[in-house]
């Protein structure tokens, strides 16, 4: 399932920086590329663990 996203990401982002490079570019491809972008970037790292959960541990 990772994969998907990661390979989702980034052929929607080409398509976002190809749309650029169009002398009248569409405005609402780039947008919705740059969402799901970040969209893919945080249920990608959903699944990464904090330092900052060991840190406060530490502290105690």
Known sequence: MKTIYI?????????AFYEQT???PNIFIQVIGVLVFFFGMM??????????KDKEEDDV
């Open 7 to 15: 390979i989702l990401i980034f052929a929607l982002m080409g398509w």
């Open 22 to 24: 169009k002398p009248e």
């Open 43 to 52: 249920k990608l790292m959903s699944k990464v663990s904090s330092n900052s």
